[in-house]
């Protein structure tokens, strides 16, 4: 499953099936780039981030790739599981530590 | 052994009251942030301390004031209190100041009514 355009609020996957979340950002002078991830009731979590010297970084079952040309960025995530419903959050760094948050997307995981 | 707490977790109150909240990291981190997380889940920093310094100062009412003790505490307090005001705060740590990975606190879910 995949999130397209600009943003899309909610993503709906069946489990085992990987995950494409979008995002776009606003700053071509943001050099740092961090995907965070929220469950109900708690605060965001640490997923992955990238610098603007790379265009792709891998994880633990996560991808980020980022995309400076278009200002885009996305988490690609394999395999999803139910563990992995969350809202999950892109993040720019635009000047000093300040951190410009995206609106979220739900991702939904059915089994 | 949590990185970042917050006190209290719930916080109702009413139009006009003055109330604050308390947050701690113990990972050693010389930078701690405020943000809100509004209903529809948007998150919008606040503020910013570094080694007990503000660095960052958001659009924020005045009637919130940040005060940093220390390096590991940074408390939030909110003076006449309004309706526009309930939201979740989260409070955050990092190493330092820019292109570090921030650790969040569990949140301060305040209600005024």
């Known amino acids: 499953g995949e999130s397209v355009g600009l943003h899309l609020p909610t993503l709906s996957v069946q489990e085992g099936d990987n995950s494409i979340i979008n995002c776009a950002y606003s700053?071509?002078?943001?050099?740092?780039f961090i995907w965070y991830k929220q469950e109900s009731g708690k605060g965001p979590q640490f997923i992955i981030d990238?610098?603007?010297?790379?265009d792709k970084r891998q994880g633990q079952r996560v991808t980020v790739l980022l995309n400076k040309t278009v200002k885009h960025l996305s988490l690609q995530i394999a395999a999803t599981q139910p563990g992995d419903s969350a809202v999950y959050f892109c993040?720019?760094?635009?000047?000093?530590?300040?951190?410009?948050f995206g609106e979220g997307t739900q991702l939904t995981v059915n089994p | 052994d949590t990185a970042v707490s917050q006190t209290p977790k719930y916080l109702v109150t009413q139009m006009g009251n003055d109330k604050s909240i308390k947050c701690e990291q113990n990972?050693?981190?010389?930078?701690m942030y405020w943000y809100k997380q509004d209903s529809k889940k948007f998150l919008k920093i606040m503020f910013s301390?570094?080694?007990?310094?503000?660095?960052i100062n958001e659009t924020v009412p005045n009637r919130f004031s940040p005060k940093s003790p220390d390096k590991a505490h940074l408390n939030l307090h909110i003076n006449s209190l309004e309706l526009g005001d309930s939201a979740v705060y989260f409070c955050?740590?990092?190493?330092?100041?820019?292109?570090?990975?921030?650790?969040f606190g569990p949140g301060t879910r305040l209600t005024v009514t």
């Open positions: 955050a740590s990092s190493q330092e100041a820019g292109g570090n990975e921030q650790y």
């Open positions: 700053n071509s002078a943001s050099d740092y």
């Open positions: 990238i610098r603007s010297n790379m």
């Open positions: 993040a720019e760094e635009t000047s000093g530590s300040r951190l410009t």
């Open positions: 990972l050693g981190h010389d930078t």
């Open positions: 301390y570094n080694n007990k310094e503000l660095i």
